[in-house]
């Protein structure tokens, strides 16, 4: 990619997870900032609307404008309420609480929000999730690009991950299908007991199979496609690393996704310090260790979508805990 993008080509990444908590926020703004200093327009979008705070790390104050505004249709363009940051080629639309009931009720606002986004001027355009299964939560996952989820070291967060994968990946094979019958035996899948005895997505293929060869093997390619990145945070040790290898390695076997480890951030003091100064880690000390972790997952992500979102993928690397 870099500064030979059209305008009509954009990269689209959603940052989410399935615990609050785990530096969503601190990601989405820092990898931001590091795409925009290559000279290429970034817009983040903070559509964590039960807790929107980007705007908090990124030092500026909220804007009277936001995608409230779009939904209640206050404008007519969701460009009109991007405001800039003191970082240039860097724009901000922020969310807003009221916003969750109008989206999550609506799926027709909903899809319409998510057009809107993918019309936005920018190359790269980074969306700032909220936690939780929420179905407006796995819709902005699953219209991006390439989703990134970001879990921290601990049983809890990872147990709470694999839910919000599992979710996203049911969601995305019912939206593939058109037969009400397949989509019925998808919604029953994601029941571990359910009646029928699918437990994994092998079994619900050849289940789809005796319904529709045709949504059968549109489900076969909405897997095979389907391949999610994963970044550990607040990493403290070698051991907490191969926790990022696990989870690949549960995914292939339990779901058949590809999932790529994009990288890791080490635990690092200096990131809290950036909080309370309200100043993003990447402004204020680019030189920590938490700091460099991020550079280096934005310059893979920078280096294209091939390395990004291709299968399989090889060790992730960063400044190594001690």
């Known amino acids: 990619m870099g500064t030979n993008q059209s305008d009509d ?6 940052i989410g997870g ?5 530096g969503k926020s601190f990601i989405t703004a820092n990898l931001g900032i590091c795409l925009s200093q290559l000279g290429v327009r970034v817009i983040l979008i903070d559509a964590d609307l039960g807790g929107a705070n ?8 909220p804007s009277s404008l936001s995608l409230s505004d779009f939904i209640q249709r206050r404008i007519s363009n969701l460009q009109e309420a991007l405001i800039p940051t003191a970082i240039p080629n860097l724009h901000l639309l922020t969310g807003s609480q009221d916003l969750l009931c109008a989206v999550e009720a609506k799926s027709v606002q909903r899809q319409k929000l998510l057009r809107s986004i993918k019309r936005l001027e920018g190359d790269y355009i980074l969306v700032d999730l909220g936690a939780g299964n929420a179905l407006s939560v796995l ?3 699953l219209m991006s690009d390439g989703g990134i989820l970001v879990v921290t070291p601990e049983p809890t967060a990872i147990e709470n991950t694999y839910r919000f994968l599992k979710s996203a990946f049911y969601r995305r094979l019912r939206q593939s299908v058109s037969s009400y019958p397949v989509k019925n035996l998808i919604d029953a899948a994601t029941d571990q007991k359910n009646e029928m005895g699918i437990h994994n997505p092998q079994e619900l293929i050849a289940a789809t199979r005796r319904i529709s060869e045709e949504d059968a093997l549109k489900m076969v390619h909405e897997i095979e496609s389907f391949c999610p990145n994963l970044i ?56 920590s260790r938490a700091a460099q972790c991020v550079l280096e997952i934005s310059a893979k992500l920078a280096d294209g979508q091939q390395m990004s979102f291709r299968l399989g993928g090889t060790s992730p690397e960063g400044s190594t805990p001690s």
């Open 139 to 141: 819709d902005f996952f």
């Open 232 to 287: 550990l945070n607040q990493v403290r040790t070698k051991k907490d690393i191969e926790i990022g290898f696990s989870v690949r390695s549960a995914c292939k076997k339990y779901f058949g996704i590809h999932l790529h480890y994009l990288g890791y951030i080490v635990y690092d003091q200096e990131v809290n310090h950036s909080i309370r100064r309200r100043r993003p880690l990447m402004l204020e000390n680019p030189r």
């Open 9 to 14: 080509r954009k990269t689209i990444w959603a």
């Open 54 to 61: 980007l705007h908090t790390l990124l030092g500026i104050s």
């Open 18 to 22: 399935g615990k609050g908590g785990s």
